[in-house]
């Protein structure tokens, strides 16, 4: 059985031989499970024999561990210690940890922060109105001299304009100080005629220390080499000249009642009284949710993985029938998929709509489907339907999760631009790809030999692969960044980890090619993203590093589409690809993989780029390349399956 189940699995992962079972795919999966899982009686009459099914593996597996040598506090000790699951335990227990002070200090930084500000403008009001002195200039730069010595213009703005930024709160008067030092060195180190951002920052560094003709003089510097920005910048002196008005002898009044009132409400400031409470009751909602995910965790950190026996003979049988049953355990739960996605009546309606419906549909016209002219149902795929907006048909793998939010009629649920309704549940989402090739890029940089591949029909992700959809198939789970969000992509897996869950899938779903990857990115475009060749055409598409500023990961299927249906191919994380780094194989008929077959020493390929990326890293054509045993947060999975007979 141990054989015929690794032969079984094979076939799985490849579509060579499909043609030659006699059957449907589907069909012939199902029949092959059925023979593993249950066995078959013996019938003389026609000449049947006997063949052991997973209740016959129990069955001898329970008998020999009747035989086996008592099971002592130390090995029950020892198991649940070394058990698997505790890795993800201290993972959870440490995230639960850090949520638990987040909460308490989220909680808190509103009445803090307000009693910050009032501090803030308390220190700040007695300066300018002489009840304290201002820091001497010579101590302060004495105390940051290194500091000082910067010479990078922007490096020195950047940290005098977060202390005098006139919409957050102030520094403190030191740093007041060192702000229009750094920020006078910058205008020193500036051009003539430039540095207009520095001369701004300068300005507004004087204004906080009331030199109020010092300050109008530098914004007026600054309008003086603006360009462009001088709207901006002539903007700004308004606000310096309103700020400089507080300020006028003849509002001194005004500001001596407003720093009494200050004062008052520090006296009587004290955290809410209820905050403890809302801090308990938060708290308590936090460990509630961890603990639904601790609790079966360790329950099985609990399973007993220890069995010694007097016979060595019969050791090595029960680690035989052990491995035996949890394959069969696996097996028997990616049926209950299979049979979901083409044995129910419900299923069955879904797919002869689908085949009909692609048969008929001018976006698959011409296409050659490796049963002849029509689709045949696929193992443990469902059909949603076609995308309205791009007209090509959508299906969910039930192995990895369940079907989209569905409507009153039994539909799934979209919105104007076809986007699905997801929840952590779902399962991936595979669009149907008609065959073709990937359109000539306007640009350079285009591998040469990706045009040129004839690929067939094949179904690619709708969405990268989410932490969730891994987790439920992977037996390396919960070591995803993801920032506390939920339905973002599956990082922190390297290529080797995810070759390795491959045989835990129901079958035929991969990797994707270069070929077939850029094909999906592109649906249809030849330009730099599939947005466009303007950058900011990409905003709102592609989770990538704008202005120098990062959004972090996202939860999938958030940002705009392609013209295929397909979401996040620019940005989010990096997806890796099935092919070899500098391959010299010729691309693959079908699918276009390159792949030279050696081991884990050569790089393998990544496409798309993530979300610290910036949009020139992260084209249609841009391609990486890292050791297949990397493991990064920047980098997950974007799944490919092929068509089978």
Known sequence: MIQELARFRAQCRTLEGLDRLGKPAYRWWLDEAAKLLDGQAEDLATGVEWRSGWKDVQARLAELRGAALDYTEADRARDESTHPVQA?????????DEELDAVKAGLEFAPLEAKALLESRIAYSELRLGAKPWPSEADVAKGNAELLQVTDVSDLNRRAWDVVDPDAVLGTPEQLVLAMLLAKR???LSPSDGGYEVRDTYAWSLTWLGRGPEALAAIDAAIAV???ARPLIEASKARIEQELARWADSERPAREAELAVWRKELAAWALPADLESRIASEQAAVRARYESQLTPLRAESKERRTWRFEDSQQEWWHAQLAAL???LTWLSTMREAAVASTETEHAKARWSEAIEGI?????????KWPSGDRLTPQAGLLPLGANPVTGLWEFVHLQTGVEPTLGADGRVLRDAEGRLTLTPETGMVLVLLPGGRVPVADSQGQAHWIPRVALSPFFLSKYELTAEQWDRMSTRRGRHYTAGKAMTPANNISWDDISALWPRELGWCGFPSETQWEYGCRG????TWWTGNDEDSL?????VRFDDASTGIVPVGKLRANGFGLHDVHGNVVEWCGDTSDATADPRTGDGLRDDGVDSSVYRMLRGGDWDYSPGFAGSADRGNRTPELRSVFAGLRPSRGITP
């Open 325 to 327: 049953d949890g394959e």
């Open 186 to 188: 910058g205008v020193e």
């Open 359 to 367: 048969a008929r549909s001018p976006k698959y016209a011409g296409q």
């Open 226 to 228: 603006a360009g462009d």
């Open 524 to 527: 249809g475009t030849t330009t």
């Open 539 to 543: 905003k709102g598409a592609g989770n």
């Open 88 to 96: 993800r335990i201290r993972e959870l227990e440490f995230s639960r």
